[in-house]
């Protein structure tokens, strides 16, 4: 329900709202032992997004590296596991 709700709309921010993904990383750190369910949703989707835009043949301009950015910054606030965001 809500928690899934809440991942969701996490992934699903702003195109033009870069500065907002420091703030959400540490949410999510915070959030993480009590929630686990709500990083690995973030996670899951966010290397789905990832992969698919991978895949595809043309490129939207700015989509990779905003989920790239928001890889990071999950990686770097250790809420996404280090062996995902090299692989």
């Keep these: 329900g809500m928690r899934k709700r809440l991942s969701d709309f ?19 750190k915070t959030l993480k032992p009590f929630f686990p369910d709500i990083s690995e949703n ?16 043309e490129a939207i301009f700015g ?7 928001f890889i990071a910054e999950m990686t770097k606030c250790r809420v996404m596991p280090q062996g995902v965001t090299y692989s």
């Design 10 to 28: 996490l992934v699903d921010l702003p195109f033009r709202r870069l500065d907002l993904l420091p703030f959400i990383g540490r949410m999510l």
């Design 63 to 69: 989509t990779r590296s905003r989920i790239c950015r």
């Design 42 to 57: 973030v996670n899951n989707s966010l290397i789905g997004q990832l992969i698919f835009l991978m895949h595809r043949k």
